[in-house]
């Protein structure tokens, strides 16, 4: 198989798992839709000014494009977990999720990014509140239980299959949610992140997180991975210093994964951004 067609199959994946008709990314990009199916069917390729652009609206890098850099290769430290039959992380909703949608519930149409989906467990249940829900999670098994817990529940998220590490939304957000998740984030990358989730997100609208934070009282978890990083105490209430602040906790909590027990230290926020006038 060519290259030409390799890099038109990435194309044609990224924009239908983004929910993209040849012809939005044909309007987006200035091109014809013949010549989006051309580079899909790997006929020609993009021009080189068209990358950055191309690769910003597939939520991926010029790189992923070009190189073969499959996000289907990706590999979470979790597919061994999401490939059991069993939910790794169960499928009762977080309680951040719950008083983001409490904050939420008197807006119409409103719309959700889910940082690290996992399994979905919070994903579908904004779903159910009544949020149009992007679930970004790299995890091909872990989509496949989105996928399968969605079916079952009866609603329908959009999932996202990229790694957060990088990835360049192409959207504004009523609410970005994580819970967990951001410990993948390098901790040379992290302030840009922020701000990228402040900038894309809608005035009025909501970021809500949940980390884990650095305690010398608490021994470091089981399953923690090489390539995760703690959080300081109060560490993203100075990366939302600029919003409105609506919940700021931390606390400590018992934990089971991997099959033994252990505490975390976790810290949750649920912030506002505001229009300012000066």
């Known amino acids: 198989m060519s290259n030409d067609n390799k890099i038109g199959q990435r194309i044609a994946l990224l924009r239908k798992q983004r929910g993209y008709?040849?012809?939005?990314?044909?309007?987006?990009?200035?091109?014809?839709?013949?010549?989006?199916?051309?580079?899909?069917?790997?006929?020609?390729?993009?021009?080189?000014?068209?990358?950055?652009?191309?690769?910003?609206?597939?939520?991926?890098?010029?790189?992923?494009?070009?190189?073969?850099?499959?996000?289907?290769?990706?590999?979470?430290?979790?597919?061994g977990d999401y490939k059991k039959e069993e939910y790794y992380w169960g499928l009762q909703h977080s309680l951040l999720a719950e008083q983001t949608v409490?904050?939420?519930?008197?807006?119409?149409?409103?719309?959700?990014?889910?940082?690290?989906?996992?399994?979905?467990?919070?994903?579908?249940?904004?779903?159910?509140?009544?949020?149009?829900?992007?679930?970004?999670?790299?995890?091909?098994?872990?989509?496949?239980?989105?996928?399968?817990y969605s079916q079952a529940a009866g609603y329908e998220v959009s999932i996202l299959q990229a790694d957060m590490i990088g990835y360049e939304l192409a959207v504004a957000y009523d609410v970005i949610y994580s819970h967990g998740s951001l410990q993948f984030l390098p901790l040379e990358q992290r302030q840009n992140h922020?701000?990228?989730?402040?900038?894309?997100?809608?005035?009025?609208?909501?970021?809500?997180?949940?980390?884990?934070?650095e305690k010398p009282f608490i021994k470091v978890a089981p399953d923690w991975e090489k390539n995760e990083f703690f959080y300081l105490s109060g560490d993203l209430a100075k990366y939302y210093y600029d919003w409105e602040i609506l919940w700021c906790e931390e606390q400590i909590v018992d934990c089971n994964?991997?099959?033994?027990?252990?505490?975390?230290?976790?810290?949750?926020?649920?912030?506002?951004k505001i229009e300012r006038t000066f």
Request: with cysteine; net charge positive.
């Open 102 to 148: 409490k904050i939420m519930q008197d807006k119409a149409n409103k719309s959700l990014l889910d940082i690290g989906s996992g399994e979905g467990r919070d994903a579908i249940y904004f779903a159910k509140c009544g949020f149009q829900v992007d679930a970004l999670e790299i995890s091909t098994p872990g989509i496949k239980k989105i996928r399968q």
């Open 257 to 272: 994964s991997a099959g033994i027990p252990h505490q975390h230290a976790v810290n949750s926020i649920i912030a506002r």
């Open 194 to 213: 922020f701000d990228k989730y402040k900038r894309y997100t809608n005035i009025g609208g909501l970021n809500a997180h949940l980390i884990f934070v």
């Open 21 to 79: 008709t040849q012809e939005q990314i044909s309007l987006t990009l200035n091109v014809t839709p013949q010549a989006v199916s051309k580079w899909e069917k790997g006929n020609a390729l993009p021009d080189t000014p068209l990358l950055p652009p191309l690769a910003k609206v597939l939520g991926t890098s010029i790189d992923c494009l070009l190189t073969g850099d499959s996000l289907m290769e990706k590999v979470s430290p979790y597919d």
